[in-house]
């Protein structure tokens, strides 16, 4: 299916699955930024966002994918992103899915994290909370939230009151760009 560009709050999205990760991350009062451009050490590549957590920088790819699985070698961005420099900087990677629940599991995208000098690994990524505040970590390795630093292994999992919660903020969101003129 071919994207379907939509303005929002004055951006133009390239599709509207980027503009729905746009205000549901606003909705969480993240910190992001629309398609960050001074990323020297990237090539070829421009990211969809920028979160801006409280210790770390994390790039954000969309991609309409519905399974983990879907994110390989055989998709067309896949290695034009991960051969874009991008594991030789001090980002880490988020490739947002186009839902919640990747494959049946509770995790919502594919985060890649550096383990060490030579290790830039990939995890599902999660939802959690600290002191009332939306999150993600990976499953697995360090499971420090990107966006609030808080840490331990506190995931949300389909069903949880508070990860229903951000399931209805999500379908908000999707409304309102349905009924977006």
């Not at 990211?47 to 067309?76: A, S, T």
């Not at 290695?79 to 001090?90: A, E, F, V």
């Amino acid at each position: 299916m071919k994207p379907i560009p939509i303005k929002i709050n004055g951006i133009q999205f390239r599709s509207k699955l980027e503009a729905r990760w746009y205000l549901f991350m606003k909705k969480l009062q993240w910190r992001i930024e629309y398609e960050p451009q001074e990323l020297p050490e990237i090539n070829g590549w421009i990211p969809d966002f920028m979160i801006i957590g409280k210790d770390r920088k994390i790039l954000v790819d969309v991609k309409p994918i519905y399974l983990m699985e879907e994110w390989n070698p055989h998709h067309v961005d896949y290695n034009k992103i991960l051969n874009s420099g991008i594991k030789n900087t001090k980002y880490e990677l988020l490739i947002a899915g186009a839902s919640f629940g990747l494959g049946g599991s509770s995790a919502f995208g594919i985060l890649y994290e550096h383990l060490d000098k030579e290790n830039f690994s990939d995890s599902p990524a999660v939802f959690t909370e600290y002191e009332e505040d939306f999150g993600f970590l990976p499953s697995l390795f360090n499971w420090s939230c990107r966006i609030t630093n808080g840490s331990g292994k506190i995931y949300l999992y389909e069903g949880d009151r508070r990860y229903q919660e951000l399931e209805l903020i999500w379908n908000e969101c999707g409304s309102q760009l349905q009924w977006n003129k």
